[in-house]
């Protein structure tokens, strides 16, 4: 089944760069598909269409059923619900614990205490921090701090993980660490889009690849070919 | 119960925010604490303006001396041209005899000197004693009441009671104009005690967009921590208000120079105003702080 699709969207910042233009792409649900391209061939401009940070100028968005692009600014909160999001620089609040990094995804929906408890710890036992619930980030290595705010990004549930460099600040062991968490999301139902430079990565997961060039599709391997 | 906790949660969040910040925020309590002290002693002041202008409107009564030889018909006939004049409210015949049987009673002097008067020699006039509806106007009535053919001369109060009521007014307009100059500075301090707070959230505020707070989410807290300024603004105001209003009633034992002054008794009336600043601190914190949130927190 279909999650995303993207028809003939184009995007050119403000600045007249074009950092998209003439994309067609589809991703079904469960997909774990990587994202590949050299630096500044819109990537990142991509997926943050995705998660309406930006806006297209042209051409279509569907999200989950959703028509992204067309959504009104103070709508934006209704497709974020359904998607986690997470960065090369893990965006942690510094001054607050591992399980209440994790807890404030839920909290600020009234979820009860009970049950974000439940949640936050299972999540962390997921990601295989549950031992290091009361440390502060900055008492965490690297890989630690990506995978609370993988926890954090997927407590809620999302229907689709969308990762930007995830491992971008880490090294290969720790990076393949990474990757065995976000595999495991994955397997449990959790469409992953994720984009990297590291085609050891890219390669030792063998997942689908989508290599962009300019802004434009240059390559679409399917699970299995890219070598 | 789901509100509530996000409620509770904001409310907490807002509290962290005023102590973050303390210094601005107490900056701002300060400025909220000064209107409201200003709202509560004009309104205390043109309350009790009202209630005393109302008393004197009950009292001033235009006395109309009447000639003394005049005929029955003919007072019957100035009773009626003062009836037909705009603003009287009641009009009473009042004779010589009577005066002076008042004027004998509430004297022994009055009595020893005024008991051998035969009517002739009596100085005292017939009067009609007149009530008006609107103070403001006593003076067009005494001046019409002064033109009908037998009136030999009109008192009451002149000039003091109008002076008093325009005091009083400018006042009350001195008032009005430093309290709405109060409010906008104070919304204006807060209005930038909540940017700071926006600022130093920023991070915490992207985080939250991301993982799908809507804009009420993010909004409350910053909304209810301007409440929470101007309700803690408001407790000064309302103790002042509570123990300095009983005190000065006490003192003055309900009554200012005269007892024609009366003061308004301190309950329920306090409480109304301790009400009305709570009210008002809340609004202004709520309204400074929605501007900054207004400015600082779009997508
Ligand atoms: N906010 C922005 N305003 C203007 N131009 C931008 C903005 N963000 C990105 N760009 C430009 O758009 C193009 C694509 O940027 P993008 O960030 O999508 O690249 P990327 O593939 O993610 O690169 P990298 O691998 O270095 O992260 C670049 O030329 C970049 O300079
Ligand atoms: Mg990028």
Redesign the pocket.
Known sequence: MELIRLTNVKKT???G?T?IQDLNLSINKGEFVFII??????????I?MLYREEKPNSGQIIVGGVDVGKLRNGKVYKIRRKIGVVFQDFKLLPKSTVYENVAFALEIFGVPKAEIHSKVVKVLDLVGLKHKIKSYPNELSGGEQQRVAIARAIVNGPKLLIC??PTGNLDPNTSMEIMKVLEEINKLGTTIIM?T?SIDIVKELNKRVIV?DS?RVLKDYAEGTYR | MKTFRIIGRNFRDAFKGVFRNFSLSLASISCITITLIVVAVSIILSYNVDNFTNLVEKDVTIVSFLDNDLSDEKIDEIKDQISVINNVDKYEFISKTDITKDMMESSDVFESIMKNWSDEENPIQNTFQVKVKNIEDIDNVAKEIKQIDGVTLVKYGEGMVEQLISVFDIVHKVCVISVIALVLVTAFLISNTIKITINSRQREISIMRLIGASNLNIRIPFIIEGLILGALGAIIPIIGTIYGYNALYHNFNGQLFSPFIKLIQPTPFVYTISLILLGIGILVGMFGSWRAVRKHLKI
């Open positions: 910042y403000k600045t760069v950092a391209g050299s630096t500044g061939c819109g990537k990142s401009t991509l943050k930007d460099e984009v430079h962009l802004g």
